[in-house]
């Protein structure tokens, strides 16, 4: 057990949404139990809102008890800017910076939750007395860099995260719920858009790649029973989704809201919706860690692995359907034997638990 009072310990993980999200009950496990230590985390610009929850975050801000960051530094890292500008002047001199503030801190341990080879090298930058890694990382090569492998044997990656965790000082942790951040600007953006009362579902037609994506149109069959219903019903829209939403509005006659947000704001209307439907991406895996019901609709990745953890949930994925990572933009066979009425059916059932039993 490490008693140093100021240990300090750097967090690499740069993305995505789903994986942060993943991580994160393994870190919030460590500042439970070492208030103490200094925790800094690398991550991509973009998801660094994740990050900015105190430990004891509640809206009662005259509470007179102190506030706990769960990451007390965060250090930006625009890895996949970088990689596309590999040799400009501007990429060298961020890398260079980051370097130098990261040995600077002079880390006790690092800890890779990604294993990439560009997770390991930013780690490696560090030069911290201890570097741990999965002993069977997501990329092969990112092991050469780890001082110490840990080999991990939980089914999901939250579980497996943990492992790497209690590798850290040895801790007995359990998992526990990640604190989010409130940010008050997008909590009252989130009350006006949805009124005490209110019941709604939010719905996440995009994925990461196309072989994820279950057809928008199914999407809309489904925001329209729910309208019918009389529920609310958002539709996200990240980056490069807008199309998706607005297909969704059209067929549902207008009656759909097409969600186009800061991150903040989604964390804000997620804690209000009474369900969420997505595939494998991070708006599902960011209301499973608000403790929302969740639908979940998987093809080519697995569930038991990565899907929803933490939380109500119903997973529908077709006995066709084989992991594969690849890359392809055709919707996977066995995620298009999944129909409106089956996502329908699921929603109910965690909608009205009462009526299901």
Not at 132 to 149: C, T
Not at 258 to 276: G, N, W
């Amino acid at each position: 057990m490490q008693t140093q009072s100021k240990f300090r310990l750097l967090v690499v993980r740069l993305g995505a949404m789903g994986d942060i999200l993943h991580a994160l009950p393994a870190v919030t496990s460590l500042r439970a139990a070492h208030p103490e230590w200094i925790i800094d985390w690398v991550v991509e610009p973009m998801w660094s809102a994740l990050l900015t929850a105190d430990a004891t975050a509640a809206r009662d801000t005259a509470s007179a008890a102190p506030r706990q960051p769960i990451v007390d530094k965060i250090y930006l890292a625009s890895t996949r800017h970088w990689r596309h500008h590999i040799f400009a002047r501007q990429t060298r001199s961020e890398i260079g910076a980051l370097k130098r503030s990261l040995r600077n801190q002079r880390y006790d341990a690092a800890v890779d939750f990604q294993g990439a080879l560009r997770s390991a090298v930013i780690g490696k930058m560090a030069r911290s007395l201890r570097f741990i890694g999965e002993s069977k990382p997501r990329e092969r090569v990112a092991n050469w860099l780890f001082s110490e492998r840990v080999d991990t044997r939980g089914v999901h990656v939250i579980e497996q995260d943990l492992e790497l965790a209690r590798a850290v000082a040895g801790d007995p942790l359990s998992p526990m719920a990640p604190m989010l951040p409130f940010d008050p600007v997008a909590e009252a953006w989130a009350d006006d858009l949805l009124p005490t009362g209110e019941k709604a579902v939010l719905i996440n037609p995009g994925a990461g790649w196309g072989a994820k994506r279950w057809p928008v149109e199914r999407y809309a069959e489904v925001a329209r029973a729910l309208l019918n219903r009389g529920f609310r019903v958002f539709v996200n829209a990240g980056p490069g989704e807008l199309m998706l939403a607005d297909t969704v509005m059209q067929r549902t006659g207008g009656g759909a809201t097409p969600l186009v947000c800061s991150l903040e704001q989604l964390i804000s209307i997620t804690r209000r919706v009474s369900l969420a439907i997505a595939g494998d991406t991070g708006p599902l895996h960011l209301a499973c860690a608000l403790g929302r019901p969740v639908v979940g609709i998987y093809g080519p990745t697995d569930p038991s692995r990565n899907g929803p953890f933490g939380t109500r949930f119903k997973v529908l994925r077709s006995p066709e359907s084989r992991r594969d990572h690849a890359r392809r933009e055709a919707p996977e066979a066995g995620l298009l034997t999944i129909t409106p009425e089956e996502v329908l059916q699921a929603a109910e059932e965690l909608l009205y638990p009462e009526a299901a039993r």
